[in-house]
């Protein structure tokens, strides 16, 4: 019963916590941000970085990442991100931006409903084509 408890007010501080990061994140983005340099870094993340680099990150991150952790990860996210994230249009576009060049195949089979929850919430598009240049 003690542990239960335990548990159940960890998991509270760790949401509070999570809710109170995403959402100083959101409003220092907001706030900070202007639009062209989103619009440049992003730009720059789509035309000038290579999609070989792209790939070896991609791969890298399988390879160093264990399964239970990106799924772990992805539960996480898809559980304390705040409507505000969702709701604010910088940060999401960012999400969008780095989100869609991860591949479904390196996604945990167990988090693929999870994921797809998190693509739709953020507004993550399907991934581009990833082939050479």
Aim: net charge positive; aromatic share 6%; with cysteine.
């Amino acid at each position: 019963m003690a542990s239960n408890k335990r548990r159940l007010k960890r998991e509270s501080i760790i949401r509070s916590l999570a809710e109170k990061w995403f959402s100083a994140f959101v409003k220092l983005v907001d706030r900070y941000a202007p639009d062209r340099l989103l619009l440049f870094a992003l730009n720059f993340l789509d035309k000038r970085v290579p999609n070989k680099l792209i790939t070896l990150a991609i791969n890298a991150a399988e390879k160093l990442v264990p399964r239970k952790l990106r799924s772990t990860a992805i539960a996480a996210a898809d559980e304390y991100v705040p409507d505000a994230v969702a709701n604010s249009r910088k940060t999401c576009t960012v999400i969008a931006a780095v989100g869609k060049y991860i591949p479904d195949e390196i996604i945990p089979p167990e988090s693929a409903e999870t994921w797809e929850n998190l693509k739709t919430k953020l507004h993550i598009p399907k991934l581009i084509s990833n082939k050479q240049k």
